[in-house]
C-alpha cells in the first residue's frame, strides 16, 4: 500500500513521523495489533449486543410500561435510525480527528446512554436514551475497524477483521442468550445496565493501549453541506419504512418521504462531485466489490435481525417459554457464528470469499424458509436445526463482507468504510424490522376477523378489532378479565395462529431476499487494501 499515516506515540499530541499503512510491529502496550483487537473488541460488543439483547426483554419493557407494539418497535429503530444515519459522518470524524479519539468517545457515551435508559421509567425516555445509545455507537463501530486498518500489517489484516467479525457476530447471536438470563433473574433494566462496567473497561484499555493513528491524506475541512444531505436523506428513507405500517404504503405522506430520501440522494450525488473535500467520494464505488459488500450486508441484515425480532415474542408468547429458555433455545444460533466463524476466516483467506458468502447467504435462506413452517407445537429439535443453519450461514457474512468493503477501500477512507459497513447494517436492520413487520401487521390485519368469526367468538367493534389485531402481532392473546375458560382457550387459539400465519409470511419474505443475496455474493472480491490511486481512481 502507499497510503501514509501519522501515528500519535503518546496517544495525544506530540506525533511520530509518517509510517505506511503496513504498520512496524509495536513494542509495549500501546500500539500492539493484538492487544488494540482485543480493546475494540470490547467497544463493539456492546453495540452488537445491543442490536438484539434488547429484543429478548422488549415482552418485559412492553408490559411494565405499557408500551404499544409500535412503541416497542421504536425500541429497535430508534437505536437503527440514529446509528444509520450517523455512522458514515462519524467515521469522517475519525478520519479527521483520529479514530482513537472518536472511539473513547463513543465508548464513554454509549456507556452513559446505557446507564440512563435502565433509570428510565417511561417508554419515550427508553427510546430518546436508545437514540442517543445509536448517536455514540456510531462514533465507536467504524472507529473501531480504522484502527484494526491502521494498526496491522496487510497480511494479518484479514485475520484480525475475521476475529472482529467473529466478536460482532458471536455478540449479535449471544444477546438474547445473555438477555434472557438477565431479564429472568434480574429485570429488563439490567440489560442496559451490564453496558456499563463494560464500557469502563473498554475506555481504561483504549487510554492504555490504543495509539492514534491518522491518514496522511486525511482530509482537513468537512463537507457539511454533504452531511446535511446525507442524514437527511437516509433519515426520510428509514422514517418512511418505520412510519409505512401505521400510515399504510399507499398514503401520501409514506411516498412524501421516499421522494424525499431520493432527492436528497440525487442532491447529494451532485454536490459530492463538486466539494473539494467530499464526504464520500463517488469514485469509492468503483469498486464493484465494494459496493456488492455493502449491498449483501444489507440484504444480510434485513433477513437477519428483522426475522430475529419475531422469533422472541414467538418463544415467549406462543410457546410460554421464559426469557431465558427463549435465549437458550437461540444457542444453536450462537453456536453455529462461533464455530462458524473462525471456520468461515480460513475459508475466505484460502478461497477468496465469493463461495463462502454465496453458500452462507443460500444457507441463510433455507433456514428462514425453514423457519416459516414453524407452527404452535413445532419441537425444540425442529427450531434448533433452522436456528443452527441461521446460524452456519450468517457466519461467513458477517466476517466476509466486512473484509470486502474495509479492504478494498483507500487506507486514507478506512473510517469512512466502516461507516458504510455499519451503516448498511443498521439500514437492514431498519429495513428488516420496518418491511416485515407490516408484512406481519398486514398479514394478522388480513386474517384475524375471519380466524375470529369462524371459531364463533363475540364480534368484535372496529376499535376493538384494532386492539386485538395490536395484541396479536405480538403473539399475545387479547383476553379480557373475567372471560369464561372455555373461550380463553378459543381465543388463544385463535390469536397464536393468526400470529403464526403472518410470522410465516414474513419469514419467507426474509427467505427471498436472502436468495437475491446470493448472487450478489458473487460479485465481491477479495480485499486489495488498495491505495487512494488504486482504489478510487483520479478523483
Known amino acids: 500500500m502507499t497510503s501514509q499515516t501519522t501515528i500519535d506515540a503518546a496517544g495525544a499530541g506530540d ?10 510491529p509495536a513494542s509495549g502496550l500501546r500500539g500492539h495489533p493484538w492487544l488494540t483487537l482485543i480493546t475494540v473488541a470490547v467497544g463493539v460488543m456492546m453495540v452488537a449486543l445491543d442490536g438484539t439483547i434488547v429484543a429478548i ?3 418485559a419493557i412492553q408490559k411494565d410500561l405499557g408500551a404499544t407494539f409500535a412503541q416497542v418497535q421504536w425500541i429497535t429503530n430508534g437505536y437503527f435510525l440514529a446509528l444509520a444515519v450517523s455512522l458514515i459522518t462519524a467515521g469522517k470524524l475519525g478520519d479527521r480527528f483520529g479514530h482513537r479519539q472518536t472511539f473513547l468517545i463513543g465508548v464513554t457515551g454509549f456507556a452513559a446512554a446505557s446507564g440512563a435508559i435502565g433509570l428510565s421509567d417511561s417508554i419515550a425516555a427508553v427510546v430518546t436514551f436508545r437514540v442517543f445509545q445509536g448517536l455514540f455507537g456510531a462514533l465507536l463501530m467504524p472507529a473501531a475497524l480504522g484502527l484494526l486498518r491502521a494498526t496491522f500489517p496487510a497480511e494479518k489484516l484479514n485475520m484480525a477483521i475475521g476475529i472482529w467479525g467473529m466478536v460482532i457476530g458471536a455478540s449479535t447471536a449471544g444477546g438474547p442468550i445473555l438477555g434472557g438470563v438477565l431479564v429472568e433473574h434480574v429485570n429488563w433494566q439490567s440489560v442496559f445496565f ?32 454533504g452531511i446535511a444531505l446525507l442524514s437527511g436523506a437516509m433519515f426520510c428513507l428509514v422514517w418512511a419504512l418505520i412510519k409505512a405500517p401505521a400510515w399504510g404504503w399507499g398514503d401520501g405522506r409514506t411516498w412524501a418521504f421516499i421522494a424525499a430520501s431520493v432527492l436528497g440522494f440525487a442532491l447529494f450525488s451532485f454536490w459530492e462531485t463538486r466539494v473539494k473535500e467530499p464526504l464520500i467520494p463517488l469514485g469509492l464505488f468503483r469498486s464493484v466489490p465494494l459496493a456488492a459488500g455493502v449491498v449483501l450486508m444489507v440484504l444480510m441484515a434485513i433477513a437477519f435481525l428483522g426475522g430475529l425480532f419475531f422469533v422472541t415474542f414467538y418463544l415467549q408468547n406462543v410457546h410460554g417459554m421464559s426469557p431465558i429458555d427463549a435465549g437458550l433455545h437461540l444457542l444453536p444460533l450462537t453456536g453455529m457464528m462461533i464455530v462458524g466463524s473462525p471456520l468461515a476466516g480460513a475459508m475466505i483467506t484460502k478461497f477468496g470469499p465469493r463461495l463462502p458468502l454465496a453458500g452462507g447467504m443460500a444457507a441463510t435462506a433455507a433456514a428462514m424458509f425453514g423457519m416459516s413452517t414453524l407452527q404452535t407445537d413445532t419441537s425444540s429439535g425442529v427450531m434448533s436445526l433452522w436456528f443452527a443453519l441461521l446460524g452456519l450461514g450468517l457466519a461467513p457474512v458477517m466476517v466476509g463482507a466486512t473484509e470486502v468493503i ?3 477501500a483507500p487506507m486514507e477512507l478506512s473510517g469512512v468504510a466502516g461507516g458504510l459497513q455499519q451503516a448498511a447494517m ?5 429495513l428488516g424490522t420496518a418491511v416485515l413487520g407490516a408484512v406481519m401487521a398486514s398479514k394478522v390485519d388480513g386474517d384475524l376477523p375471519g380466524n375470529w368469526a369462524d371459531a364463533g367468538l363475540p364480534k368484535l367493534t372496529p376499535a376493538q378489532l384494532d386492539q386485538a389485531s395490536e395484541a396479536v402481532q405480538v403473539g399475545v392473546a387479547p383476553v379480557a378479565k373475567g372471560t369464561p375458560e372455555q373461550i380463553v382457550e378459543k381465543i388463544t387459539s385463535v390469536a397464536h395462529d393468526t400470529f403464526i400465519s403472518g410470522m410465516s409470511l414474513a419469514s419467507l419474505v426474509a427467505a427471498g ?7 450478489v455474493a458473487f460479485l465481491t472480491k477479495r480485499g486489495e487494501n488498495a491505495s487512494a490511486e488504486a482504489g478510487m481512481g483520479h478523483i
Open 426 to 430: 443498521q439500514i437492514g436492520g431498519s
Open 194 to 225: 451490564i453496558n456499563v462496567p463494560v464500557g469502563l473497561i473498554a475506555l481504561v484499555l483504549g487510554l492504555l493501549i490504543l495509539r492514534d493513528h491518522r491518514a496522511e491524506k486525511a482530509p482537513r475541512s468537512f463537507d457539511v453541506l
Open 15 to 24: 506525533r511520530a513521523p509518517a509510517a505506511t499503512a503496513d504498520p512496524a
Open 406 to 408: 474495509v479492504g478494498n
Open 57 to 59: 426483554a422488549n415482552p
Open 513 to 519: 431476499v436472502a436468495v437475491v443475496a446470493v448472487f
